[in-house]
T-cell receptor, first 112, second 113 residues
Framework: ELKVEQNPLFLSMQEEKNYTIYCNYS?????LYWYRQDPGKSLESLFV?????AVKQEGRLMASLDTKARLSTLHITAAVHDLSATYFC????????????FGEGTQLTVNP | DTEVTQTPKHLVMGMTNKKSLKCEQH?????MYWYKQKAKKPPELMFV???????INESVPSRFSPECPNSSLLNLHLHALQPEDSALYLC????????????FGDGTRLSIL
């Protein structure tokens, strides 16, 4: 059974600081997704990482994938309040459809 | 604006009622999904339809009955639900075969009295 672990689960940051969220998974996969969810809202796709060493950046967020270590990271640079949300990583499995197994989520709060 | 449309946005029902949740997408995606999400938890997969056929049922109780009338529509029929079924129900779609991410709707917030 695929297990996906995120840490930390809660992160309180000051604006302009940097931090990293970690996502470890238990079986081989070369498909990893990062989603953002605002309170009471749906999930918004942030990044798709499909190969070892993949790195994607959008604004203050950068995601990377190390398939050998079964680890993805989401790095936040110079945080701003608008980044406050819950961030989920999700790992894809090769079954019918695109089964995703989600991590528990990291609730990020950026304080002024 | 989301490209996956779910109705209704909110639903309150009694334990003896029958209701349906609806989901629609016009992106040409051939995989559609139902998830259940409790507060402060990740989405839990319930069902997957691939090319309009049920391909994954995650041992969901029979009081939840999915239906995929065509490639754009997905329904979730509800009957005799329990209070613990109160949650946000999310629909998603994705291309097949593809590594593209799933697109999620805004969800239906369901409360069982």
């Amino acid at each position: 059974e695929l297990k996906v672990e995120q840490n930390p689960l809660f992160l309180s940051m000051q604006e302009e600081k940097n931090y990293t969220i970690y996502c470890n998974y238990s079986t081989t996969s070369d498909r990893l997704y990062w989603y953002r969810q605002d309170p009471g809202k749906s999930l918004e796709s942030l990044f798709v990482l499909l190969s070892n060493g993949a790195v994607k950046q959008e604004g203050r967020l950068m995601a990377s994938l190390d398939t050998k270590a079964r680890l993805s990271t989401l790095h936040i640079t110079a945080a701003v309040h608008d980044l406050s949300a819950t961030y989920f990583c999700a790992v894809g499995e090769e079954t019918s459809g695109s089964r995703l197994t989600f991590g528990e989520g990291t609730q990020l709060t950026v304080n002024p | 604006d989301t490209e996956v449309t779910q109705t209704p946005k909110h639903l309150v029902m009694g334990m003896t009622n029958k209701k349906s949740l609806k989901c629609e997408q016009h992106m040409g995606h051939r995989a559609m999904y139902w998830y259940k999400q409790k507060a402060k938890k990740p989405p839990e997969l319930m069902f997957v339809y691939s090319y309009e056929k049920l391909s994954i049922n995650e041992s969901v109780p029979s009081r939840f009955s999915p239906e995929c009338p065509n490639s754009s529509l997905l329904n979730l029929h509800l009957h005799a639900l329990q209070p613990e079924d109160s949650a946000l129900y999310l629909c998603a779609s994705s291309p097949l075969p593809s590594n593209q991410p799933q697109h999620f709707g805004d969800g239906t917030r369901l409360s069982i009295l």
